[in-house]
């Protein structure tokens, strides 16, 4: 099925029912959640998907694992997507949080295969039977790190949320701490407390992830110079020691 309304097609019975869909250049699903799990995957173009617990921006032949009933934002970068939406009770092992993952040569060709199904296709014959592997191949996914946690109370959240939507590499810690009338190291303590990690090593690892989408438009050193990095080299570095792969790997010309 393509660029059909899960809506149309969510009372029939199957426990896969997989969707593709064509997006215009910077369209945004606002927030809004499903009854089914879904496997979000982005034949093409980035996606930023965001829910109220972190942000998971999703690069090029990735995919994200979204739970049932999770309410979230999708903001597309040139995207056509191939998604599955999944009956919970068939899928008891489908983590708790969204989850980036990679999208391996089978799995795509399954995903192509299985969007141009009906929506009741036969379960007894081949389409039965791509369905069926499709979950076991989803499965065996090992998460990726493509994501920021956000603060759970609503000031750190709103500030990270500015943040990744503008990163500064001139924002200090004493400048947030000031935003949230609280001491540097009083506020420096309750970020950590509510991330897992200081505001310095956080606001790092959200510069990265702002740049998997500039990648798309430009160069390797574009991105450095915006973002803030002395060198493309330095960039580079950070880039790989995060996400195990080179800013170059993520650029529209590979």
Same mark, same amino acid.
């Not at 927030?31 to 921006?57: I, K, P, S």
């Not at 089978?106 to 499709?134: H, K, N, P, W």
């Given at each position: ?49 965001? %829910?109220?617990?972190?942000?998971? %921006? ?25 998604? $599955? ?13 969204? %989850? ?5 040569? $089978? ?27 499709? $979950? ?13 946690? $956000? ?104």
């Amino acid at each position: 099925m393509k660029n059909i309304a899960l809506d149309a097609v969510d009372h029939v019975d199957r426990a896969v029912l997989p969707i593709g869909t064509d997006y215009p250049p910077g369209h945004v699903l606002d927030w809004h959640e499903h009854r089914r799990a879904q496997f979000l995957y982005g034949a093409t173009g980035v996606m930023v998907v965001d %829910t109220a617990e972190g942000t998971w %921006t999703v690069p090029p032949e990735r995919a994200v694992l979204i739970p049932a009933a999770t309410q979230h934002r999708v903001r597309m970068v040139g995207v056509s997507t191939r998604s $599955l939406y999944v009956e919970p009770d068939a899928v008891p092992w489908w983590p708790a949080t969204c %989850t980036v993952v990679d999208v391996p040569a $089978l799995l795509r060709e399954l995903l192509l295969s299985a969007v141009e199904f009906e929506a009741d296709y036969s379960l007894s014959g081949r389409e039965g039977c791509i369905a069926t592997l499709l $979950l076991h191949e989803i499965a065996a996914r090992t998460p990726l790190p493509f994501h920021v946690a $956000l603060p759970s109370s609503a000031d750190l959240a709103a500030l990270c949320r500015g943040y990744l939507a503008a990163p500064d590499v001139g924002v200090t810690n004493a400048a947030w701490a000031g935003r949230t009338a609280m001491s540097e190291r009083a506020f420096t303590r309750r970020f950590r407390s509510e991330t897992g990690e200081s505001p310095a090593v956080w606001r790092g690892r959200a510069r990265l992830l702002a740049a998997v989408p500039l990648l798309r438009t430009a160069s390797v050193s574009d991105v450095a110079g915006r973002l803030g990095y002395a060198s493309p080299a330095a960039f580079t570095a950070a880039f790989t020691r995060a996400f195990g792969l080179p800013p170059s790997r993520f650029t529209a010309a590979h």
